[in-house]
Structure formats: structure tokens, C-alpha cells
């Protein structure tokens, strides 16, 4: 059984879209992967917010301001709770960027599964997004997951050999 194998292989960060929306049903399937996605002592500090009217839409663009931004038809700001992340008593290490980017990652492999496109942006203007969209109490972005329907097919990226990764 290689299917999980093959997902992570065909999943890309799609960068063009189609104006289509994902469907209610894609879009229920992928929440409740994202829900079941693994946190620090199990403390879900994450908030997704779904972002789908073309009046939304428009006051995230200058946010991140690149052309293939404003091809979807739909975006997700992905928060982290301050409040209740768990942070390790050793070092303080706040751990809710990492319960996050497990919850993101569970999200854009279930799109990628049902042929939906996404990208992780990171590279927005914090200040900016949160004068559009102000962050719910105890909350900070922590990126923005535009997602839709492929409008082109991205071509596979280099990755490292197994031996530069594992030792
Ligand atoms: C934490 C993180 C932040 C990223 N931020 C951006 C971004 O701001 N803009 C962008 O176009 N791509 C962004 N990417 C996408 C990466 O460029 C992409 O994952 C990488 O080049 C590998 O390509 P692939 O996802 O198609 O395999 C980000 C990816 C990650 C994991």
C-alpha cells in the first residue's frame, strides 16, 4: 500500500486557481481531517477562519500582494491560541506553531486528496492582516492557506536525498 506515499508525492503548492469553490462536501471532509490532527498534551490551540466572499477576499489581497494570490477563490487564516498552547517548563518553548503547521499540513493533504490546490503563505504582512481581519482574543496568524482548484499543474520540486535527511 503506497497511497500515503504516492498523496505526499502528487501534493503541491499550487499557485494559480480556478474561480470554482470547493465544494461543502470537500470542504467538511478536510475539517475533520484537520480536526483529528495531533497537538502538544493534546491542548488544540488552533483556529481556522475561512475566508470566501469576493469582499473578504479583497481585503486580504494587500495582505500578500502577488498576482496568483487573488486567483483563489477562497483562503484560510490558520491562528495559534497564546493563551493555551503548551510551552515547555525547560526552555518556555511555546509549541502551538508546531501544533498548527501539523493541523495546515493535515489540511492541505486532505485537499490535495480530493484534487484541491493549496499553498502555505507565510510571507504576508502581519500587520497588515491583522488590521483587515483583527485576530479572535488570545490569537496570532500564523499563516494563510489560500485553496481552490488547481488551474495548473506545478511541477515537482528537488528534495533532499534520504541520506542528507536521516542519519
Ligand atoms: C512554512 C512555510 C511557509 C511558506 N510560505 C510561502 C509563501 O509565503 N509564499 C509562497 O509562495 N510559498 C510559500 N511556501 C511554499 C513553499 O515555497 C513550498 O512548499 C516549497 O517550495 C516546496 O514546494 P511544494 O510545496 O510544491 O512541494 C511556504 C511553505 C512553508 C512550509
Not at 475539517?31 to 475566508?51: H, K, T
Not at 501539523?102 to 484534487?115: K, N, Q, T
Request: glycine share 4%; hydrophobic share 40%; aromatic share 12%.
Amino acid at each position: 500500500m503506497n497511497d500515503f506515499l504516492h498523496l505526499c508525492a502528487e501534493r503541491r503548492s499550487v499557485r494559480r486557481y480556478s474561480a470554482e469553490l470547493p465544494s461543502a462536501a470537500d470542504l467538511q471532509y478536510i475539517q475533520d481531517c484537520v480536526r483529528l490532527a495531533p497537538s502538544a498534551v493534546n491542548f488544540q490551540p488552533i483556529l481556522f477562519r475561512y475566508l470566501s466572499t469576493p469582499e473578504q477576499l479583497s481585503r486580504l489581497w494587500p495582505c500578500y500582494n502577488r498576482e496568483w494570490f487573488q486567483t483563489a477563490p477562497a483562503c484560510f487564516i490558520v491562528y495559534r491560541n497564546t493563551q493555551t498552547e503548551w510551552v515547555r517548563r525547560f526552555d518556555n518553548k511555546p509549541h502551538g506553531d508546531i501544533d498548527a503547521a501539523i493541523a495546515i499540513e493535515h489540511l492541505c493533504l486532505a485537499a490535495a486528496e480530493r484534487g484541491l490546490g493549496t499553498c502555505w503563505v507565510c510571507n504576508y504582512d502581519p500587520e497588515a492582516l491583522q488590521a483587515a481581519f483583527p485576530a479572535p482574543e488570545g490569537h496570532t496568524a500564523v499563516a494563510l492557506i489560500p485553496i481552490g482548484h488547481p488551474a495548473d499543474e506545478p511541477k515537482e520540486k528537488q528534495r533532499k536525498a534520504l541520506g542528507d535527511l536521516f542519519f
